[in-house]
Structure formats: structure tokens, C-alpha cells
């Protein structure tokens, strides 16, 4: 063959593949800024829906003659109207290619079986725990818009006919849809709407403070199901924000609820190690559950709280700096058994015992404390000069940026502020940006270009944003730095905000007043964990308090 | 002994023969990387390694064949890595039919992948084929002995 020739084939080829790929994109692409045509309306109670309508986009939605009129007061129920903004034609019944095939949160599947034609709306998927469906494959995750399944039985189930029949003569249909009622929330950070949402934060974690003084540790908000397990670490991490959140509300429910989890953790889980005490279950103490623990017990004394906590302070803080190294590092582990501390690094645990030391080192006045906490925050951020990917490696470990704006004022660590400015760098130029069907992920943190953001993952990195924010108008750093790490703040708060179940779905959920407060997941997979609520409201708080402080906005 | 040629065109050979393993070497450890076994993939890749070392030894221990040993390697190549920008360029187009723009994230990716694999199975083919094309070949073959120049004749060569 000739180079002419080849030249040809390999033009042909590529100009082939430029077709198909139009092709493939336009024949499956929706336009999201339509007006809609139709509307689907729905009337949901307990978090099932009882009754559906499709009607023109134009219909009257209120008033006595509204859809549904008569099944929205028989079932006093919510109603919900999702707009179709668009539609375009589903490629493969393939589950890989259907699973594929819809953008989470935003897209529905009409299926029409002959004459007869059944819905699942975005709720209806949402209900259904149907988006966010991971296949894994070995150690791959794909994660996919929808579980085909769930899908292809729940419209089954609608059109009262098996799965097979569904797939074999069913013709499906990708909605584009936006929600008209309740409208989309789309928050503006002010102090108001962050009071709104750090308060709500610590009512939930308050609700969920059981009689013992545990919490319920994980719930799905859908179906109001608890998942077995429990964390000490993040029960105290809990009890740290629901203190701070109750001392700033000033909310009696609140401080009872962190009262009791601090009863609970203080006479429940404080066990001897070695000469000292650490919180711990079983003959291995972790050093996260005593750092939180004592950051814990620390912000409720130091909110004039339970004073008799105090002797559990100076013991924590003890058994702490007796497990750190000559380096300023720490040892994670304490092995009960043998009395002796074990020498093995995980992540996180040196930051929360660095920012637990100096938090604690307020009440107990001890010098040792700030110098502890002082030399593991230099050991956190010194790396050798010749490890070039410090710059551009960042994990989720935030604390050190706690412990800095803890100690600045002590011990001013001008090396941690600049690793925490890099970092937000880094955070704000890999936040999320121009999604075309998700505009409202703007400023979040990515996990991966096609699924929705974790929002813990976007807190925990506000958290230390704000932390620095602080310490970098202190440090006199340049305007054009702060206003853009302010900025970056900003866009990661309202979409935090967007996403809290404040009240969230609520049509969806079978117990939406127990939910209120609490952050998902993500914005499609309505787990909360105990710490989801802790780590976005420390950082809304924190902020509202900085903006209080200045008297901005 | 099999006469071995010095020329620079047999030098070219040898390099390329040598080059081709970077590219195998990339998708043999690429493939060999692959958390989970699909047999479509394991097969496609695993055979166009193993066609690319084959060629290339050939190219080295045979000289007589080395051109077309490295055409059929670089062949090889090039179609392998045309499979794969086609099977990108589809996945791409689906995805961004589903989703939109999916942003700079998304977009930095995606071009990343793809400039990661262009170099390896596209570009690298395309300039091996183009040395050792046909007619790059006979270009570089020995010129042959000229005639022997004939005497002039007796009319000051205006006959010739």
C-alpha cells in the first residue's frame, strides 16, 4: 500500500469517526434551557407517590381546578411537578449503556408500551435509591446514572407487565427534567441563610442523639432506614460540632443533646491506657477517637458547659502528648494489652491530636499542650525541598489547616499558612465548573467528571478554607489571595446549602422532620452520616462567624 | 556469516526494530495493568504486542526482511491505535451527548488520555510506515552499477 493511499484511508477513517461521533451526540443530546412542553405532576405522601398526571407545561397548577386536586387533600399530601424540558432517545437496552445513559438527579425514563406510557420522574428515581448505581468490576467502580434494574422493575411494575416484556417491545425515552414545584433552591451566602443552615446542621445531629447518648449514626433520608455500625472518632467529631452549634444557638434542646453525647463519650468510652485514659473500645485505643474526644469536651467546657469534664480534659491531653515522637510525630495507636504505644501512621490522626492539643491547651493553660501541638503542625507541613509533588499532591487531611488557625495566635506557623493557601489554589481550580446539565455543582469538589460531587468532600475542604481564610487576614496576606479564596468559599457554601436537607426532597422521604438539617451523600444518594452534617456546618459556621465579626453581609 | 549491512538505512532499521518496544512495552504493561481480564480487550492488545516484538525481532535477525517486517509491525500498531481512538472517540461522543459539557475537569482529562495514546499507536506507526513505505525502500536500495560510459564517437557525440 502506498503513503498516498494510506493517507487516504486514515483521512476517510477519521472523517468517518467525526461523523459518528456527531452523530452519536446529537441524536442523544438534550437542550436543558427549553421551555418545557409537559409537565408531570405527582402527589406524594409518607414518601410514596400516590397519584400522577401528565399535563401541557401551561395548565393551571393551583386553584381548584389543578391536577390532582381531589388526591392531593385525600392523601394530604405534597404535590410535585417536574417540567420536561427535553427529550432524546435512549441508545441500548445494554445495562451497561442504559445505566449510562442518564445524568443523576436530572434525568427521568418515559417507556411507552403500545398505547401505554409510564413515568419515573427524577423523584420517582430518587425514591427509588436508583441513581448513583455503582458496577464494580474487580477494584473498578463505574459509577452509572441509573440502576437499570431498579428502573426497568419499578416501570414494569407501573405498566403491570414482566421485565422481559418491558425490554423486549418497550420504547424508552431520556427526559430532561426541571423541578417547577417546589422550585429549585438556589442559595445566596449571607449570614441569614448560613445561620439558617449551621443551625439546622446541629438540630439534626441533636435529633439524632438517642437516650444513651449515641447517635443514630447513619440513616438513609428516604426510607428513614439506620445502617448498623458506629465510629467513635466521628461521634466525637459530632459532639464537637452539636456543642459549638448549641453554644451559638443557644438552643436548650441542642445543649441537652450535646450534653448527653458528651456523657456518653466522657463515662462510656474513656478506658485506661497505660497510666493515662483515652477513649477506646477493645484493646487497641486509636488516637483520632481520644483527639476528637477531647476537642469535643473542650469546646463544651469552654462553652461554660459541664465543668466537671475538666479532669477528662487534662487526661486526654496527657495520653496524647505521651504518644507523640521526638519529630513531632504521632503514634496512632496504643495497644492496651501490652501497655505500649504502636508506632503506625493513618491518615488524619495527627491533625485532629495537633488542633485537639492547642483547642485543649485554652483550658488547661499547659504550656506542653501548644508546644506539642506547635511541633506536630511543623512536622505535618515540612516535606524535603527535593519532593516536588507536595505542590500538586493534596489528600482530604484538613485538620492541619484547623490546627494552624488554632495556634496562630500561640504559635504562628507562617510554612502551614502557606501550605493551606496552596491547597485551596488547588481546591479552587479543580472545583467543579460549567456542567451543562448540573450548573449547580459549580464550586464543588470533583469525584469524577460524569457523578455527582460527595459533599463531605467538598466540606471538608471548606472547613480549612475557612480556617485559612482567617489566619490569611491576620497575616496580612494579599487582597487579591483572600478575595479569591473568599470567592472559592462562597461557591462551595452555596452548593453545600443547595444540597442539605433543609428540607431537601422532602415529597420523597417517609420522615422528612427527622432528615432536616442533615447533608447527603451526594446530591442523588440521601444517605447522612454523623459526620456529613459535622464537617459542612463547622465550615458554614465558621464562616457566618468571621462574617459577623467583620459585619459583612 | 549472513553479510551485515552498515548502511545508514540498515541503521534506521535496527532503531526502529528498538522503538517498536517502547509502544509494545506501554500497552503490554498497560494491558498487563488492566485491574480486571476482558477477554475482546486481552485478545486485541496481547495480539498486536505480540505481532510488534515478533516484527521486530525479525527486523533485527533477518536483514533480507526487515522492511517488511517493520511495515507489518508498524501496521499493527496503527491499527490498534486507531481501534482505540475510535472506541474514545465514541465513549466520548455518548458521554457528551448524555451529559452535556461536562467541564474543564472533564475535558483536561479526556484530552490527556488521548494524547497519552496518540504519540505510542498513532503518530510512531505513521512515521515508521513512512520510512519503510515501498517507495522509500526502493529509494534506499544500493543504487545499481551504471553502464560503462561509452568512448565518445567520431561526431563529437551529436548522435546521442
Known amino acids: 500500500m502506498s503513503l498516498r493511499t494510506l493517507g487516504r484511508i486514515l483521512g476517510a477513517y477519521f472523517a468517518l469517526l467525526l461523523v459518528a461521533s456527531w452523530l452519536i451526540a446529537a441524536a442523544l443530546g438534550v437542550d436543558r434551557r427549553r421551555a418545557p412542553a409537559e409537565s408531570v405532576v405527582s402527589v406524594w405522601s409518607g414518601g410514596k407517590r400516590r397519584a400522577r398526571a401528565v399535563v401541557k407545561a401551561t395548565a393551571t397548577l393551583s386553584g381548584p381546578d389543578a391536577p390532582l386536586g381531589a388526591e392531593l387533600r385525600r392523601w394530604r399530601g405534597m404535590r410535585t411537578v417536574e417540567d420536561i424540558v427535553d427529550t432524546s432517545r435512549v441508545l441500548s437496552t445494554n445495562p451497561l449503556l442504559f445505566g449510562a445513559s442518564f445524568v443523576p438527579g436530572r434525568d427521568g425514563v418515559k417507556v411507552t408500551l403500545g398505547d401505554r406510557v409510564a413515568y419515573a420522574t427524577s423523584d420517582d428515581l430518587l425514591a427509588l435509591k436508583a441513581y448513583d448505581h455503582p458496577l464494580v468490576i474487580g477494584p473498578i467502580r463505574l459509577q452509572l446514572g441509573v440502576d437499570p434494574d431498579v428502573v426497568w422493575d419499578a416501570l414494569a411494575g407501573e405498566l403491570g407487565v414482566s421485565k422481559d416484556e418491558l425490554l423486549d417491545d418497550g420504547e424508552f425515552t431520556r427526559l430532561a427534567l426541571r423541578h417547577r414545584v417546589p422550585p429549585e433552591p438556589a442559595p445566596k ?126 487526661d486526654l491531653a496527657a495520653f496524647i502528648r505521651s504518644q507523640q515522637r521526638p519529630d513531632g510525630e504521632f503514634m496512632h495507636f496504643y495497644d492496651r494489652q501490652k501497655n505500649e504505644p504502636e508506632d503506625v501512621q493513618v491518615l488524619y490522626y495527627t491533625g485532629e491530636a495537633a488542633f485537639a492539643l492547642g483547642r485543649a491547651a485554652r483550658l488547661t493553660g499547659d504550656p506542653k499542650d501548644v508546644e506539642a501541638a506547635s511541633r506536630a503542625l511543623d512536622h505535618l507541613v515540612t516535606t524535603p525541598g527535593w519532593y516536588a509533588a507536595a505542590h500538586y499532591y493534596y489528600g482530604a487531611e484538613h485538620w492541619t ?54 459533599l463531605v468532600g467538598t466540606a471538608t475542604r471548606m472547613e480549612a478554607a475557612v480556617a485559612t481564610l482567617r489566619v490569611a487576614r491576620l497575616a496580612n496576606v494579599p487582597p487579591s489571595q483572600i478575595a479569591a479564596l473568599q470567592a472559592g468559599i462562597d461557591d462551595a457554601l452555596a452548593f453545600l446549602m443547595r444540597f442539605e436537607l433543609n428540607p431537601g426532597p422532602s415529597a420523597v422521604m417517609v420522615n422528612p422532620g427527622v432528615m432536616r438539617g442533615g447533608f447527603p451523600n451526594t446530591p442523588t444518594d440521601l444517605d447522612v452520616r454523623i459526620d456529613y452534617p459535622q464537617h459542612a456546618g463547622t465550615a458554614l459556621l465558621g464562616y457566618l462567624k468571621q462574617l459577623e465579626q467583620r459585619g459583612e453581609r | 556469516m549472513r553479510p551485515v549491512s552498515h548502511s545508514g538505512a540498515r541503521r534506521s532499521e535496527i532503531l526502529f526494530a528498538i522503538g517498536n518496544l517502547v509502544p509494545a ?75 452535556g459539557d461536562f467541564g474543564q475537569g472533564g475535558v483536561a482529562l479526556m484530552l490527556l488520555v488521548t494524547f497519552l495514546v496518540l504519540p505510542y499507536a498513532v503518530v510512531y506507526p505513521l512515521i515508521e510506515l513512512r520510512f519503510v513505505a515501498p517507495r522509500a525502500s526502493a529509494a534506499l536500495t544500493p543504487p545499481a552499477p551504471k553502464p560503462p560510459v561509452e568512448a565518445p564517437s567520431g561526431d563529437g557525440g551529436a548522435a546521442a
Not at chain 1, 414 to 437: D, S
Not at chain 2, 44 to 71: H, I, N, Q, Y
Request: with cysteine.
Open chain 2, 25 to 99: 512495552l506501554v500497552l503490554g504493561v498497560g494491558l498487563f495493568a488492566l485491574p480486571t481480564r476482558w477477554w475482546p480487550a486481552d485478545v486485541t492488545v496481547g495480539s498486536a504486542v505480540v505481532g510488534v516484538l515478533v516484527t521486530s525481532v525479525c527486523a533485527v535477525a533477518r536483514p533480507e526482511l526487515a522492511r517488511l517486517a517493520l511495515r507489518v509491525g508498524a501496521g499493527v500498531l496503527l491499527a490498534l491505535g486507531l481501534v482505540i481512538v475510535g472506541t474514545a472517540a465514541l465513549s466520548l461522543a455518548f458521554l457528551a451527548g448524555i451529559h
Open chain 1, 189 to 314: 451566602v449571607t449570614r441569614a441563610s448560613l445561620r439558617d443552615a449551621a443551625v439546622a446542621a446541629g438540630r439534626y445531629l441533636a435529633n439524632a442523639v438517642k437516650t444513651d447518648g449515641t447517635y443514630r449514626y447513619e440513616v438513609n433520608a428516604v426510607d428513614n432506614e439506620e445502617h448498623p455500625g458506629y465510629n467513635w472518632p466521628r461521634h466525637a467529631g459530632a459532639t464537637w460540632y452539636l456543642a459549638e452549634s448549641a453554644i451559638y444557638a443557644q438552643d436548650p434542646p441542642m445543649i441537652d443533646a450535646a450534653e448527653r453525647a458528651a456523657r456518653r463519650l466522657a463515662e462510656g468510652a474513656l478506658v485506661a491506657c497505660g497510666s493515662h485514659r483515652c477513649v477506646a473500645e477493645g484493646d487497641r485505643a486509636d488516637l483520632g477517637s481520644s483527639a476528637l474526644g477531647l476537642l469535643a469536651l473542650s469546646e463544651i467546657v469552654e462553652g461554660k458547659l459541664m465543668p466537671e469534664l475538666m479532669p477528662a480534659i487534662r
Open chain 1, 401 to 454: 489547616c484547623h490546627a494552624m488557625d488554632e495556634l496562630w495566635e500561640r504559635a504562628p506557623n507562617p510554612k502551614a499558612l502557606r501550605f493551606c493557601l496552596e491547597w485551596q489554589e488547588m481546591v479552587r481550580n479543580t472545583a467543579i465548573r460549567g456542567r451543562a446539565a448540573s450548573p449547580e455543582y459549580d464550586g464543588a469538589t470533583s469525584a469524577g467528571p460524569f457523578v455527582p460531587p460527595a
